[in-house]
């Protein structure tokens, strides 16, 4: 798929199907978030790759927005150093995982953002990592309507040379 593609067409999937992520995908998909840029190439994410079903189950019940992270056959936790810029450098690596499994036939959504420090002593993660978001894996379990988003459009959010000239 072209890049545009998958920006266009990716849509959060909260629904899996009982198979596994190739690992040829999983690689990938972490290779994905190692390769995003990050400030002054710090570099300040951690990710843990989980595929055990009982860790998801355990995973799935920490986090109170994302139940449906036990029905995936794969997530990633994505945690952070202590940084000024970690929580943007680990926001890039993020998208950059979920849509390089996008364009793979793989979905995803971001879980995260409410108290997920009680995931660390889950899987021996120090606790100077903080836990920016767990990222549930899978092919969806149902035909997702692609590139059907609803937005606003263009020219209510972008603006040229000044707020009130619009972008059209």
């Known amino acids: 798929m072209e890049v545009f593609d998958v920006v266009r067409t990716v849509l959060a999937v909260r629904q899996f199907q009982e198979k596994p992520v190739p690992e040829a995908i999983v690689r990938q998909v972490v ?9 002054m190439n ?3 994410w951690r990710f ?15 986090a109170r927005t994302g139940r449906y992270i036990a029905q995936a056959p794969l997530a990633i936790v994505v945690g952070m150093e202590h940084s000024v810029f970690a929580v943007s450098d680990a926001s890039r690596a993020i ?6 499994a ?11 953002f409410d ?5 660390n002593p889950v899987l021996d993660i120090p606790e100077e990592i903080e836990i920016l978001a767990i ?3 899978g092919h969806p379990a149902h035909a997702i309507g692609k590139g059907q988003k609803e ?3 263009l020219g209510a959010i972008a603006h040229r040379e000044r707020w009130d000239h619009p972008f059209a």
């Open 31 to 39: 290779e994905a978030g190692r390769l995003t840029a990050s400030s």
């Open 42 to 44: 710090g570099q300040p």
């Open 48 to 62: 843990i790759i989980v595929q055990n079903k009982e860790t998801l189950r355990r995973l799935g019940a920490l």
């Open 95 to 100: 998208q950059s995982m979920i849509l390089t």
């Open 102 to 112: 996008w364009a793979q036939g793989v979905g995803s959504n971001w879980v995260g």
């Open 115 to 119: 108290n997920l420090k009680h995931v």
């Open 135 to 137: 990222l549930p894996f």
């Open 151 to 153: 937005r606003k459009p």
